[in-house]
């Protein structure tokens, strides 16, 4: 995955929106915390992981990577506000043979965004980026799968600010 430019595209996806919204003085670090837990939500909701009273499937692969990578969206974002671009993240294989469930895994993202927002160091930064790939993987997504998909949420995104969404 080609962080350095998933990173270029939401620092200017984020001035877009920012300047729009007259946005620019305000610290939104906690906001964009709180988008990021919900839309990792709105992820586990199509994955239905945590269902366990359910029989109905989980919705569409496409579905549940649109959600992912707004997931994405925000932790770049917050990267970019903390002044934390990580240039490369490495997930092993092993990662996803940790034994944890994706309902597991998804919790493990939880907390490790509470201990960003608790402590905004480059090492939870990366402890949060890190436990949301090893999610996309037990979710089965490539790198090249996200890079993608994000790319074509970013182009949506930007049409959303243009129809004033």
Known sequence: MNLEKLYKMQTALDQHIEEKHQLTSEDLV???ILALLVEIGELANETRCFKFWST????DKSVILEEFVDGIHFILSLGIESEFQIEE????????ENGRSTSEQFLEVYKSINEFRTKRTEKN???MFQEYLILA???DFSEKEIEQAYIEKNEVNYVRQQKGY
Do not use: F, N
Request: no cysteine.
């Open 30 to 32: 906690d906001r964009k």
């Open 56 to 59: 109905k499937p989980a919705s």
């Open 89 to 96: 993240i490495k997930v092993s294989q092993e990662s996803r």
């Open 125 to 127: 930064y990366l402890t």
């Open 137 to 139: 993987r037990l979710l």
